[in-house]
T-cell receptor, first 114, second 111 residues
């Protein structure tokens, strides 16, 4: 069975400091992995995706994530947090089984302190 | 390209009433998903369509929830009768290949 675990429900960082949001996955197949961001009262927006190409994936707004098969991890990072990064972040695993099935993590709320 | 459209954006009803949500996916996207997102939680898949056929409805509370996708394009999700615990954002998404595109969601409040 496929699953995804976001290890922190809340993360607080100071503006200008690095961001690390942790995600571990479980999959019997070679997975596709995604990070989505959800700002308050806004829709879900794709940040980046991994689909078995380069293991270091660059996304929008300076975010990137590294796929580590040995650790079954797909952590999201950003070198320097901005106030506008405050939002809820979801790690998602997808496995093709006829059509794609997407399984969401429980989310990490990022707070950026001035 | 136009995104996934949903209506209404907000709905307030009393418990035991009925409600329906509408979704128009991105043109050409064969797969359509309905998710329920309760405050503070991640989206939970309710039902997945491939064209007009149901792929997965294992988490749909079928005693009160129903969904259809006639003609394989638009979809409606209905709740009848609503319960307090149905208060959530209902998200529609469509996909082409390995990427989900989400609509803005419908926020349902059940009083």
């Amino acid at each position: 069975a496929q699953s995804v675990t976001q290890l922190d429900s809340h993360v607080s960082v100071s503006e200008g400091t690095p961001v690390l949001l942790r995600c571990n996955y479980s999959s019997s197949y070679s997975p596709s992995l995604f990070w989505y961001v959800q700002h308050p009262n806004k829709g879900l927006q794709l940040l980046l995706k991994y689909t078995s190409a380069a293991t270091l994936v660059k996304g929008i707004n300076g975010f990137e994530a590294e796929f580590k098969k040995s650790e079954t991890s797909f952590h999201l990072t950003k070198p320097s947090a901005h106030m506008s990064d405050a939002a809820e972040y979801f790690c998602v695993v997808s496995v093709p089984s006829g059509t794609y099935k997407y399984i969401f993590g429980t989310g990490t709320r990022l707070k950026v302190l001035a | 390209e136009a995104g996934v459209a949903q209506s209404p954006r907000y709905k307030i009803i009393e418990k035991r009433q009925s409600v329906a949500f509408w979704c128009n996916p991105i043109s050409g996207h064969a797969t359509l998903y309905w998710y329920q997102q309760i405050l503070g939680q991640g989206p939970k898949l309710l039902i997945q369509f491939q064209n007009n056929g149901v792929v997965d409805d294992s988490q749909l509370p079928k005693d009160r929830f129903s969904a259809e996708r006639l003609k394989g394009v638009d979809s409606t999700l209905k709740i009848q009768p609503a319960k307090l615990e149905d208060s959530a954002v209902y998200l529609c998404a469509s996909s082409l290949g390995a990427r989900l595109f989400f609509g803005p969601g419908t926020r349902l409040t059940v009083l």
